[in-house]
């Protein structure tokens, strides 16, 4: 993990245990979530090192999916921050390549703040939400006969809305929408490389569990 990882996971560790420890214990929580992610079709100029030349390209994606957990608590009954892993896996198809297929992997760790509306419906169990978080978050594409082709971690943000459902008093099922962003990166090895923008849109579902 790159040092802008670190720092980021670092202050919103500490501020997750700052928090919670002046919270209650019901106003900590766990989430697990997972779903749909369909990456923007992009185009770059892939430059070939062993020739010093470049050529036009681009990534055509299939959709994939999203994976991920977050810790956060409450800072009151409308407003949580939280710290979050998502990993997101998408195959795509590298343009003017002859064809180059492989796969688009993303670690990302970001910190989210999300703002829950009152409850709406029976008992006010439905509980829309909006978000945004920023984060750093890597990319690593393996195009056959290109070799694996590595990115640093990078700024990464995204935007959050959706809708809670309370089960229980303890346990909520999540539906949302995200979009996510990674600013320029350069991913490269030793004969190839390019520079990639990178946006999602992601459809979720997920389950929080409040202690």
Do not use: C
Request: negative net charge.
């Amino acid at each position: 993990m790159s040092r802008a990882a670190l720092i980021i996971g670092a202050a919103a560790t500490a501020a997750l245990v700052a928090g919670a420890g002046a919270s209650s214990a019901q106003d900590v929580y766990l989430k697990g979530f997972g779903g749909w992610t369909i990456p923007q079709n992009n185009d770059f100029q892939l430059n070939d090192k062993t020739l010093g030349t470049s050529s036009s390209s681009g990534l055509d994606y299939d959709s994939g999916y999203v994976l991920g957990a977050a810790i956060g608590y409450h800072l009151n009954p409308h407003t949580a921050l939280e710290f979050e892993y998502a990993y997101r896996n998408s195959d795509a198809t590298l343009k003017n390549s002859g064809g180059a297929d492989g796969e688009v992997q993303s670690n990302a760790y970001m910190a989210n703040a999300i703002y829950t509306f009152n409850g709406i419906g029976p008992n006010g169990a439905f509980k829309p939400y909006i978000g945004a978080g920023i984060g750093a978050a890597d990319q690593k594409y393996n195009p056959t006969g290109f070799g694996s082709l590595d990115g640093d971690y990078n700024f990464a943000y995204q935007f959050i809305t959706g809708v809670g459902y309370d089960i229980t008093p303890r346990w909520t099922l999540n539906g949302e929408v995200r979009y996510f962003g990674i600013t320029d990166q350069t991913l490269e090895n030793n004969d190839f490389g390019f520079k990639n923008s990178y946006g999602t849109v992601d459809a979720i579902v997920g389950a929080t569990y409040h202690f």
